[in-house]
């Protein structure tokens, strides 16, 4: 069974620039999560879809972060424009059920905006 | 709110010595804790979790944990670890009314040959 998948593994960018990170995650679990790390910082939460629906995206740090999911399959997270202080890994994490159940993650997509 | 606090940002250790990775968290609720591991390169690994029940967890790779409701703690243990152990640990809580993992910091393992 193929794990949570996440495009592209590194990603350099100017700032200004539109970047546009892709996440599969495992097939049949309803729920997606993106999570960030900025650079020596904890892993924060960004947002949760349940199949195609946003149910939570409390966690997104401005309207220059779009995030979609159609057809409830992958998903997509698009920074637009881009700033310095948006570099960091970006983690996707899927589960079939609650998250307090086991939350599987991708290896994350570094992103680096200079 | 929900918080989670990994005092060490680093330990360093020698192969074969016994580990501890301090982990205490902050809830006003019932809450469900975990380890995951990333190695380097790699994505996040579940080590273990507590749901409810015994209070001490056993996970993959010969680690451990004990979840201390009194001191709200869940500290991470191995008896011995290998040089295969170094990555970095992090410690997340959620609980019922939560879908979110609320991550610590992380700790960095550092084993030593």
């Known amino acids: 069974e193929a794990g949570v998948t996440q495009f592209p593994s590194h990603s350099v960018i100017e700032k200004g620039q539109t970047v546009t990170l892709r996440c599969d995650p495992i097939s049949g679990h309803d729920n997606l999560y993106w999570y960030r790390r900025v650079m020596g910082k904890e892993i924060k939460f960004l947002l949760h879809?349940?199949?195609?629906?946003?149910?939570?995206e409390s966690g997104m740090p401005n309207n220059r972060f779009l995030a979609e999911r159609t057809g409830g399959t992958y998903s997509t997270l698009k920074v637009q424009p881009a700033e310095l202080e948006d570099s960091g890994v970006y983690f996707c994490?899927?589960?079939?059920?609650?998250?307090?159940?086991?939350?599987?993650f991708g290896q994350g997509t570094r992103l680096t905006v200079v | 709110a929900q918080s989670v606090t990994q005092l060490d940002s680093q330990v360093p250790v020698f192969e074969e010595a016994p580990v501890e990775l301090r982990c205490n968290y902050s809830s006003s609720v019932s809450v469900y804790l975990f380890w995951y591991v990333q190695y380097p390169n790699q994505g996040l690994q579940l080590l273990l979790k507590y749901l409810s029940g015994s209070t001490l967890v056993k996970g993959i790779n010969g680690f451990e944990a004990e979840f201390n409701k009194s001191q709200t703690s869940f500290h991470l243990r191995k008896p011995s670890v290998h040089i295969s152990d170094t990555a970095e640990y992090f410690c997340a809580v959620t609980s019922d009314s939560s879908y979110k993992l609320i991550f610590g910091s992380g700790t960095r393992l550092l084993v030593r040959p």
């Open positions: 994490a899927s589960s079939p059920g609650r998250m307090n159940t086991e939350a599987f």
């Open positions: 879809f349940v199949k195609e629906s946003k149910q939570d």
